[in-house]
């Protein structure tokens, strides 16, 4: 039985807010629901509706998607640097995405920008 159903609520749509008046829950005329969870920055963490489909949601510290995963085996993983733009992006496909900086340069790319040539080259640790 559905919350509406539960209360003879007969007026649809149906919400609940929460305190900060973010909608938590909502039914319409057909028995279909769905329910959000928010975390602490008031982003939704948790979604869940009347299908059994859900989708949860992790959050970066400022407040970017980091992870998401849902009930059909889809997820994603995401990364930002420091101006928060998205540089590295994965799927459960595999990488979509990779503009993270390099740590790995050639020796060619070395004497390039500082033109020397290699054999002037002294690497120290």
Excluded: H
């Amino acid at each position: 039985m559905t919350i509406a159903q539960q209360l003879n609520i007969t007026d649809f749509p149906f919400t609940i807010n929460n305190a900060a008046d973010k909608e938590i829950y909502y039914e319409d005329s057909t028995g279909y629901w769905f329910k959000k969870e928010y975390n602490g920055n008031g982003n939704v963490a948790r979604w869940e509706d009347s299908t059994g489909y859900w989708a949860k949601w992790e959050y970066n510290a400022n407040g970017n998607v980091a992870r998401r995963e849902d009930s059909t085996g889809y997820w994603l993983k995401c990364e930002y640097d420091a101006d928060v733009n998205l540089v590295y992006m994965e799927t459960q496909d595999g990488i979509k995405l990779d503009n993270r900086p390099k740590t790995e340069i050639t020796l060619d790319e070395i004497t390039n920008k500082f033109g020397i040539p290699v054999s002037q080259l002294k690497i120290k640790k």
